[in-house]
């Protein structure tokens, strides 16, 4: 599975839009890129994913470049409860064994 | 929605007795789990891959012996820490796929189950 660059850390204000980056230079034709969060001592949440077209569900927003070697994950409203690490990782989909390779992440603090 | 549990939620144990944890998928079934495991202020790393009538796939490094896990129905996979040493202090995190739906590849997390060995 494709590497994946990710900011350690990031603050946002509360009640605005959340960007988060993810470079993933090396992704192949085939791999998808996901987008998991995980809030403080709990499991990870599974948020959006995406191959190549921008995708939108209720949580968020995945906008794909192009060249697709990169990606960003919108959170539109943020709001304190989505204080947490996300995750990107890119992989492909269907593959044996399907794993997920978890990278350092972001932390993000929403702050009032 | 997916729910997958885990039971317990938290254990404290002496050094040297074994650990069992159970992962439970709710309302699906599911051939395949994961098992991770995070250390403070880490990143989750994948332990073993355990398939529902066969042995686990253990992640290189990862003592087959030590953590053994058994997925003996479509519902329930167990890892059990044996002989247990407070460097194995940790979150231990499942994750199950459902194995009918459409989106099969897609991985549900449990709470995670924090041991802490004294």
């Known amino acids: 599975d494709a590497k994946t660059t990710q900011p350690t850390s990031m603050d946002c204000a509360e009640g605005r839009a959340a960007n988060l980056p993810c470079n993933h230079s090396?992704?192949?034709?085939?791999?998808?890129v996901y987008w998991y969060r995980q809030i403080h001592s709990q499991g990870p949440q599974y948020i959006i994913h995406g191959l190549k077209n921008n995708e939108t569900n209720e949580m968020a927003s995945l906008i794909i470049t192009e060249d697709r070697k990169s990606s960003t994950l919108i959170l539109p409203h943020a709001t304190l409860r989505d204080t947490a690490v996300y995750y990107c990782i890119v992989r492909v989909d269907r593959a044996a064994g399907n794993k997920l390779t978890f990278g350092g992440g972001t932390r993000v603090l929403v702050k009032p | 929605g997916a729910v997958v549990s885990q039971h317990p939620s938290w254990v404290i144990c002496k050094s040297g007795t074994s650990v069992k944890i159970e992962c439970r998928s709710l309302?699906?079934?599911?051939?395949?789990m994961f098992w991770y495991r995070q250390f403070p202020k880490q990143s989750l790393m994948l332990m073993a891959t355990s398939n529902e009538g066969s042995k686990a796939t253990y992640e290189q490094g990862v003592e087959k012996d030590k953590f053994l896990i058994n997925h003996a129905s479509l519902t329930l996979s167990t890892l059990t820490v044996t002989s247990a040493h407070p460097e194995d202090s940790s979150f231990y995190i499942c994750?199950?796929?459902?194995?009918?739906?459409?989106?099969?590849?897609?991985?549900?997390f449990g709470p995670g189950t924090r041991l802490t060995v004294l």
């Open positions: 994750s199950a796929r459902d194995s009918l739906a459409p989106t099969y590849n897609e991985q549900f």
């Open positions: 090396t992704i192949s034709g085939n791999e998808y």
């Open positions: 309302d699906f079934q599911a051939t395949t």
